[in-house]
Protein backbone atom coordinates (compact mmCIF):
# COMPACT_ATOMS: atom_id res chain seq x y z
CA UNK A 1 0.00 0.00 0.00
CA UNK A 2 2.93 2.18 0.76
CA UNK A 3 3.96 2.00 -2.89
CA UNK A 4 0.46 3.03 -4.42
CA UNK A 5 0.09 6.41 -2.28
CA UNK A 6 4.17 7.04 -3.67
CA UNK A 7 2.40 6.52 -7.02
CA UNK A 8 -0.37 9.33 -6.08
CA UNK A 9 1.68 11.46 -4.19
CA UNK A 10 3.79 11.66 -7.78
CA UNK A 11 0.82 12.43 -9.56
CA UNK A 12 -0.44 15.32 -7.42
CA UNK A 13 2.93 16.44 -8.04
CA UNK A 14 2.81 16.37 -11.40
CA UNK A 15 -0.73 17.99 -11.82
CA UNK A 16 -3.41 16.44 -14.11
CA UNK A 17 -3.81 18.73 -17.57
CA UNK A 18 -7.81 17.96 -17.69
CA UNK A 19 -10.60 20.86 -17.43
CA UNK A 20 -14.02 19.81 -17.25
CA UNK A 21 -16.45 21.83 -18.82
CA UNK A 22 -17.75 22.56 -15.45
CA UNK A 23 -14.21 23.82 -14.14
CA UNK A 24 -13.89 25.88 -17.16
CA UNK A 25 -17.52 27.71 -16.85
CA UNK A 26 -17.06 28.44 -13.16
CA UNK A 27 -13.18 30.01 -13.81
CA UNK A 28 -13.33 31.85 -17.31
CA UNK A 29 -10.00 33.68 -17.88
CA UNK A 30 -9.52 37.25 -16.45
CA UNK A 31 -11.04 36.19 -13.21
CA UNK A 32 -7.80 35.65 -11.46
CA UNK A 33 -8.14 31.62 -10.76
CA UNK A 34 -5.17 29.91 -10.50
CA UNK A 35 -4.36 28.04 -13.20
CA UNK A 36 -3.44 24.73 -10.74
CA UNK A 37 -7.55 25.29 -9.38
CA UNK A 38 -8.12 25.33 -13.48
CA UNK A 39 -6.87 21.20 -13.76
CA UNK A 40 -9.58 18.96 -12.45
CA UNK A 41 -8.71 17.08 -9.16
CA UNK A 42 -9.59 14.09 -8.27
CA UNK A 43 -12.38 13.50 -5.57
CA UNK A 44 -11.76 12.10 -2.48
CA UNK A 45 -13.57 8.86 -3.16
CA UNK A 46 -12.29 8.23 -6.13
CA UNK A 47 -8.87 8.93 -4.76
CA UNK A 48 -9.64 6.58 -2.01
CA UNK A 49 -10.79 3.59 -4.72
CA UNK A 50 -7.83 3.94 -6.30
CA UNK A 51 -5.93 3.28 -3.20
CA UNK A 52 -7.20 0.10 -2.84
CA UNK A 53 -6.29 -1.04 -5.95
CA UNK A 54 -9.59 -2.47 -6.25
CA UNK A 55 -11.07 -2.25 -10.19
CA UNK A 56 -14.52 -2.53 -9.18
CA UNK A 57 -14.38 -0.03 -6.68
CA UNK A 58 -12.58 2.63 -8.88
CA UNK A 59 -15.73 1.83 -11.63
CA UNK A 60 -18.05 2.21 -8.42
CA UNK A 61 -16.64 5.30 -7.68
CA UNK A 62 -16.54 6.68 -11.25
CA UNK A 63 -20.16 5.78 -11.60
CA UNK A 64 -21.37 7.45 -8.36
CA UNK A 65 -19.36 10.36 -8.66
CA UNK A 66 -20.56 11.16 -12.44
CA UNK A 67 -23.91 10.66 -11.88
CA UNK A 68 -24.48 9.38 -14.94
CA UNK A 69 -22.94 12.50 -16.87
CA UNK A 70 -20.94 10.47 -19.78
CA UNK A 71 -18.53 13.54 -20.01
CA UNK A 72 -17.56 13.59 -16.29
CA UNK A 73 -17.47 9.45 -16.59
CA UNK A 74 -14.92 9.93 -18.95
CA UNK A 75 -12.70 12.87 -17.38
CA UNK A 76 -12.96 10.86 -13.92
CA UNK A 77 -11.58 7.58 -15.98
CA UNK A 78 -8.82 9.58 -17.74
CA UNK A 79 -7.76 10.41 -14.15
CA UNK A 80 -7.63 7.16 -13.15
CA UNK A 81 -5.31 5.89 -16.12
CA UNK A 82 -2.82 9.03 -15.50
CA UNK A 83 -2.72 7.80 -11.84
CA UNK A 84 -2.07 4.32 -13.08
CA UNK A 85 0.50 5.09 -15.50
CA UNK A 86 1.93 7.24 -12.45
CA UNK A 87 2.46 3.91 -10.44
CA UNK A 88 3.88 1.57 -12.79
CA UNK A 89 7.15 1.95 -11.56
CA UNK A 90 6.72 1.21 -8.21
CA UNK A 91 2.77 -1.57 -7.99
CA UNK A 92 2.74 -2.03 -11.95
CA UNK A 93 0.47 -5.19 -10.92
CA UNK A 94 -2.02 -2.35 -9.31
CA UNK A 95 -1.27 -0.18 -12.23
CA UNK A 96 -3.19 -3.04 -15.16
CA UNK A 97 -6.17 -3.22 -13.02
CA UNK A 98 -6.49 0.20 -12.12
CA UNK A 99 -6.23 1.19 -15.79
CA UNK A 100 -8.97 -1.58 -16.52
CA UNK A 101 -11.38 0.12 -14.76
CA UNK A 102 -10.90 3.08 -16.32
CA UNK A 103 -10.74 1.37 -19.97
CA UNK A 104 -14.45 -0.49 -18.98
CA UNK A 105 -15.71 3.06 -18.22
CA UNK A 106 -14.88 4.86 -21.78
CA UNK A 107 -15.91 0.74 -23.54
CA UNK A 108 -19.48 2.48 -22.90
CA UNK A 109 -20.85 4.49 -26.11
CA UNK A 110 -22.66 7.31 -24.09
CA UNK A 111 -19.24 8.39 -22.88
CA UNK A 112 -17.20 7.69 -26.21
CA UNK A 113 -19.91 9.85 -27.93
CA UNK A 114 -19.87 12.65 -25.11
CA UNK A 115 -16.27 12.77 -24.70
CA UNK A 116 -14.33 11.53 -27.33
CA UNK A 117 -11.08 12.99 -26.10
CA UNK A 118 -10.79 11.79 -22.73
CA UNK A 119 -11.79 8.34 -24.17
CA UNK A 120 -8.59 8.70 -26.10
CA UNK A 121 -6.65 9.78 -23.38
CA UNK A 122 -7.93 6.35 -21.91
CA UNK A 123 -7.35 3.95 -24.74
CA UNK A 124 -3.70 5.89 -25.36
CA UNK A 125 -2.63 5.57 -21.75
CA UNK A 126 -3.63 2.18 -20.87
CA UNK A 127 -2.11 1.24 -24.06
CA UNK A 128 1.11 2.74 -22.44
CA UNK A 129 0.20 0.60 -19.39
CA UNK A 130 0.01 -3.04 -21.47
CA UNK A 131 3.35 -2.46 -23.10
CA UNK A 132 5.21 -1.94 -20.15
CA UNK A 133 8.04 -4.32 -19.39
CA UNK A 134 7.54 -4.19 -15.79
CA UNK A 135 3.62 -5.04 -15.97
CA UNK A 136 4.01 -7.88 -18.56
CA UNK A 137 6.33 -9.15 -16.19
CA UNK A 138 4.32 -9.24 -12.90
CA UNK A 139 0.87 -9.59 -14.28
CA UNK A 140 1.21 -11.28 -17.72
CA UNK A 141 -2.60 -12.28 -17.74
CA UNK A 142 -3.70 -9.09 -16.25
CA UNK A 143 -1.83 -7.03 -19.09
CA UNK A 144 -3.66 -9.85 -21.47
CA UNK A 145 -6.85 -8.73 -20.37
CA UNK A 146 -6.41 -4.99 -20.29
CA UNK A 147 -5.05 -5.60 -23.97
CA UNK A 148 -8.25 -7.17 -24.50
CA UNK A 149 -10.52 -4.41 -23.23
CA UNK A 150 -8.48 -1.83 -24.47
CA UNK A 151 -8.68 -3.21 -28.48
CA UNK A 152 -12.22 -3.41 -27.62
CA UNK A 153 -12.90 0.07 -26.67
CA UNK A 154 -10.80 1.24 -29.87
CA UNK A 155 -12.49 -1.20 -31.70
CA UNK A 156 -16.53 0.87 -31.10
CA UNK A 157 -14.41 4.80 -31.61
CA UNK A 158 -14.70 4.50 -35.06
CA UNK A 159 -11.09 6.09 -35.51
CA UNK A 160 -10.02 3.33 -37.40
CA UNK A 161 -5.82 4.73 -37.01
CA UNK A 162 -6.98 4.45 -33.11
CA UNK A 163 -8.03 0.81 -33.63
CA UNK A 164 -4.68 -0.04 -35.95
CA UNK A 165 -2.22 1.20 -33.40
CA UNK A 166 -3.77 -0.32 -30.47
CA UNK A 167 -3.94 -3.81 -32.27
CA UNK A 168 -0.59 -3.31 -33.25
CA UNK A 169 0.56 -2.59 -29.62
CA UNK A 170 -1.67 -5.54 -28.23
CA UNK A 171 -0.08 -8.21 -30.74
CA UNK A 172 3.24 -6.79 -29.96
CA UNK A 173 2.51 -7.38 -26.21
CA UNK A 174 1.35 -10.47 -27.27
CA UNK A 175 4.59 -12.08 -28.33
CA UNK A 176 6.02 -11.10 -25.49
CA UNK A 177 3.88 -12.54 -23.27
CA UNK A 178 3.91 -16.10 -25.41
CA UNK A 179 6.41 -17.48 -23.30
CA UNK A 180 4.51 -16.84 -19.79
CA UNK A 181 0.90 -16.78 -20.99
CA UNK A 182 0.79 -18.32 -24.13
CA UNK A 183 -2.86 -18.90 -24.20
CA UNK A 184 -3.58 -15.44 -23.41
CA UNK A 185 -0.88 -14.20 -25.82
CA UNK A 186 -2.96 -16.42 -28.67
CA UNK A 187 -6.25 -14.76 -27.53
CA UNK A 188 -4.71 -11.11 -27.67
CA UNK A 189 -3.56 -12.30 -31.11
CA UNK A 190 -6.56 -13.55 -32.53
CA UNK A 191 -8.40 -10.12 -31.20
CA UNK A 192 -5.86 -7.72 -33.07
CA UNK A 193 -6.22 -9.63 -36.36
CA UNK A 194 -9.71 -9.53 -36.02
CA UNK A 195 -9.92 -6.05 -35.35
CA UNK A 196 -7.55 -4.97 -38.41
CA UNK A 197 -10.30 -6.94 -40.58
CA UNK A 198 -12.33 -4.10 -40.58
CA UNK A 199 -12.68 -2.24 -43.87
CA UNK A 200 -11.87 1.31 -42.44
CA UNK A 201 -8.61 -0.13 -40.58
CA UNK A 202 -7.36 -1.85 -44.35
CA UNK A 203 -7.94 1.46 -45.96
CA UNK A 204 -6.99 3.95 -43.71
CA UNK A 205 -3.87 1.77 -41.81
CA UNK A 206 -2.30 -0.50 -44.02
CA UNK A 207 0.99 -0.30 -42.66
CA UNK A 208 -0.61 -0.93 -39.29
CA UNK A 209 -2.31 -4.22 -40.22
CA UNK A 210 0.35 -5.62 -41.90
CA UNK A 211 2.73 -5.39 -38.35
CA UNK A 212 -0.50 -6.68 -36.31
CA UNK A 213 -0.82 -9.81 -38.97
CA UNK A 214 2.97 -10.09 -39.60
CA UNK A 215 3.59 -10.25 -35.49
CA UNK A 216 0.00 -12.50 -34.90
CA UNK A 217 1.62 -14.96 -37.89
CA UNK A 218 4.89 -15.54 -36.00
CA UNK A 219 2.95 -16.05 -33.00
CA UNK A 220 0.63 -19.13 -34.67
CA UNK A 221 3.82 -20.74 -36.19
CA UNK A 222 5.00 -21.60 -32.41
CA UNK A 223 3.93 -24.98 -31.32
CA UNK A 224 3.39 -24.34 -28.31
CA UNK A 225 0.61 -21.56 -29.07
CA UNK A 226 -0.66 -24.25 -31.30
CA UNK A 227 -0.95 -26.56 -28.92
CA UNK A 228 -2.77 -24.27 -26.27
CA UNK A 229 -4.83 -22.50 -29.00
CA UNK A 230 -5.01 -24.76 -31.68
CA UNK A 231 -8.60 -23.16 -32.93
CA UNK A 232 -7.68 -19.36 -32.10
CA UNK A 233 -4.33 -20.66 -34.26
CA UNK A 234 -6.64 -21.62 -37.00
CA UNK A 235 -8.75 -18.24 -36.89
CA UNK A 236 -6.52 -16.59 -37.01
CA UNK A 237 -4.14 -17.79 -39.98
CA UNK A 238 -7.32 -17.75 -41.81
CA UNK A 239 -7.57 -13.61 -41.11
CA UNK A 240 -4.08 -13.32 -41.61
CA UNK A 241 -4.36 -13.97 -45.13
CA UNK A 242 -7.61 -12.13 -45.57
CA UNK A 243 -5.92 -9.44 -44.36
CA UNK A 244 -2.53 -9.28 -46.37
CA UNK A 245 -5.19 -10.13 -49.44
CA UNK A 246 -6.99 -6.79 -49.26
CA UNK A 247 -4.68 -4.60 -52.14
CA UNK A 248 -3.89 -1.62 -49.73
CA UNK A 249 -2.58 -4.09 -47.03
CA UNK A 250 -0.44 -6.19 -49.83
CA UNK A 251 0.81 -3.47 -51.51
CA UNK A 252 2.52 -1.61 -48.68
CA UNK A 253 4.77 -4.65 -47.85
CA UNK A 254 4.93 -7.66 -50.82
CA UNK A 255 7.24 -9.66 -49.64
CA UNK A 256 6.17 -9.33 -45.92
CA UNK A 257 2.80 -10.19 -47.02
CA UNK A 258 3.95 -13.70 -48.49
CA UNK A 259 6.06 -14.40 -45.20
CA UNK A 260 2.76 -14.06 -43.74
CA UNK A 261 1.19 -16.54 -45.96
CA UNK A 262 3.77 -19.32 -45.54
CA UNK A 263 2.84 -18.57 -41.66
CA UNK A 264 -0.52 -19.15 -42.06
CA UNK A 265 -0.52 -21.84 -44.51
CA UNK A 266 2.32 -23.55 -41.65
CA UNK A 267 0.28 -23.01 -38.78
CA UNK A 268 -2.94 -23.88 -40.23
CA UNK A 269 -1.44 -27.30 -41.76
CA UNK A 270 0.64 -28.30 -38.60
CA UNK A 271 -0.68 -31.36 -36.71
CA UNK A 272 -1.93 -29.83 -33.80
CA UNK A 273 -4.49 -27.53 -35.36
CA UNK A 274 -6.10 -29.94 -37.74
CA UNK A 275 -6.38 -32.55 -35.63
CA UNK A 276 -8.43 -29.99 -33.43
CA UNK A 277 -9.57 -27.80 -36.32
CA UNK A 278 -9.90 -30.35 -39.42
CA UNK A 279 -11.01 -27.79 -41.52
CA UNK A 280 -7.99 -25.05 -40.92
CA UNK A 281 -6.03 -26.58 -43.60
CA UNK A 282 -8.55 -25.88 -46.40
CA UNK A 283 -9.92 -22.45 -44.94
CA UNK A 284 -6.53 -21.31 -45.87
CA UNK A 285 -5.92 -22.78 -48.91
CA UNK A 286 -9.09 -21.33 -50.27
CA UNK A 287 -8.03 -17.77 -48.76
CA UNK A 288 -4.42 -18.37 -50.81
CA UNK A 289 -5.68 -19.71 -54.08
CA UNK A 290 -8.31 -16.36 -54.04
CA UNK A 291 -5.10 -14.64 -53.66
CA UNK A 292 -3.07 -15.77 -56.72
CA UNK A 293 -6.14 -15.28 -58.28
CA UNK A 294 -6.22 -11.37 -57.73
CA UNK A 295 -4.88 -9.18 -60.08
CA UNK A 296 -4.18 -6.14 -58.16
CA UNK A 297 -2.04 -8.67 -55.97
CA UNK A 298 -0.30 -9.96 -59.00
CA UNK A 299 0.25 -6.03 -60.41
CA UNK A 300 1.52 -5.00 -57.38
CA UNK A 301 4.18 -8.23 -57.04
CA UNK A 302 4.71 -10.62 -60.64
CA UNK A 303 6.17 -13.02 -58.04
CA UNK A 304 2.88 -13.09 -56.46
CA UNK A 305 1.14 -16.64 -57.79
CA UNK A 306 4.65 -18.12 -58.03
CA UNK A 307 5.22 -17.89 -54.54
CA UNK A 308 1.50 -18.45 -53.17
CA UNK A 309 2.04 -21.72 -55.46
CA UNK A 310 5.10 -22.68 -53.32
CA UNK A 311 3.61 -22.27 -50.48
CA UNK A 312 0.45 -24.76 -51.43
CA UNK A 313 3.71 -27.22 -51.84
CA UNK A 314 4.69 -26.80 -48.49
CA UNK A 315 8.02 -24.87 -49.26
CA UNK A 316 8.57 -21.22 -47.82
CA UNK A 317 9.17 -19.36 -50.81
CA UNK A 318 11.64 -17.05 -48.83
CA UNK A 319 13.96 -19.94 -47.57
CA UNK A 320 13.31 -22.71 -49.89
CA UNK A 321 12.99 -24.75 -46.90
CA UNK A 322 9.64 -27.04 -46.25
CA UNK A 323 7.54 -25.28 -44.20
CA UNK A 324 7.54 -28.00 -41.54
CA UNK A 325 10.75 -25.91 -40.75
CA UNK A 326 9.08 -23.43 -38.76
CA UNK A 327 6.25 -25.91 -37.99
CA UNK A 328 3.99 -26.83 -40.95
CA UNK A 329 2.30 -29.57 -42.99
CA UNK A 330 3.16 -32.78 -42.02
CA UNK A 331 5.28 -34.64 -44.82
CA UNK A 332 2.41 -36.74 -46.20
CA UNK A 333 -0.29 -33.50 -46.71
CA UNK A 334 -1.09 -33.98 -50.15
CA UNK A 335 -0.59 -31.13 -52.60
CA UNK A 336 -3.31 -28.77 -53.33
CA UNK A 337 -5.91 -29.65 -56.06
CA UNK A 338 -4.91 -27.33 -59.13
CA UNK A 339 -7.72 -24.94 -59.94
CA UNK A 340 -8.28 -22.84 -62.94
CA UNK A 341 -4.64 -23.35 -64.85
CA UNK A 342 -5.95 -22.12 -67.92
CA UNK A 343 -6.47 -18.48 -65.85
CA UNK A 344 -3.47 -15.69 -66.13
CA UNK A 345 -1.97 -15.85 -62.45
CA UNK A 346 -3.85 -18.96 -61.54
CA UNK A 347 -1.85 -21.90 -59.37
CA UNK A 348 -0.45 -24.31 -61.91
Known amino acids: MKTVHGAWAALLAVGVGFATPAVAQNAPAGQGRPAAQQAVQMPPALQAAVLTGNPQAVQQAIATLSGGNPVQAGTLAALVVRAAEAMLATNPQGAVQIATAAVETVKANPVQQS ?9 TTAARIFIAPPAQR ?38 KLLAAAPAAAVQIAAAAVEAVKAAPVLQNAPQQSMQVVTTA ?14 QAVAAIAAGAVQVVSSPAVYQSAPASAITVMANAYAAATSASVTAAVPSAATSVRTE ?34 PLSVTGAPPANTPPPALENPNRSGSPV
Open 115 to 123: APQQTETVI
Open 138 to 175: VAPEAVAQLAASTMQASSSTGNAALQADVAAQAVGAAE
Open 288 to 321: LIQAAQTQALNTANPTNATSINTILSGVNPDTGQ
Open 217 to 230: ARIIVQPEAQRVAP
